[in-house]
């Protein structure tokens, strides 16, 4: 599939796989700033254009790890409609381990991009669900 990218900036790196097989590109940071809660907002420089019916998804690397950070809102959506910037946002959170790395710097990959289609769901409202085998079942209800 083939999908508009424009470059914002002239030094901004357009997302690549870094291997054979994986799902998700690769973003580069090219300038960050931490906004006004204390978060630091990441730009990459590069705004897309993501065909009707699908969703970019974006993900922190596994090398957040290193960091002592976490990503904002877990998976950030990108809706086919958006033009604007691609950004990451992390919260700096504080450990009993402060020789990691506080954050990213300019030229680090900061986060992974994942297109997928999705359906378009119209629900319908009943008085009944069918059953199913786990039920009402919650959170841990399928062991440990």
Known sequence: MKVKIKKLRQDAVI???AKPGDAGMDLTCIDYAQDDYGNIVYYTG???EIPEGHVGLLFPRSSISKY???FTNSVGVIDSGYRGEIMMKFKPIMTHNQTSPLNYNIGDKIGQLIIVPYPQIEF???SELSQ???GTGGY?????
């Open 132 to 134: 199913s085998e786990r």
């Open 46 to 48: 590069i705004a897309i």
């Open 140 to 144: 841990g209800s399928t062991g440990s």
């Open 124 to 126: 319908e409202e009943v």
């Open 68 to 70: 002592s950070m976490q």
């Open 15 to 17: 997302p690549s796989y």
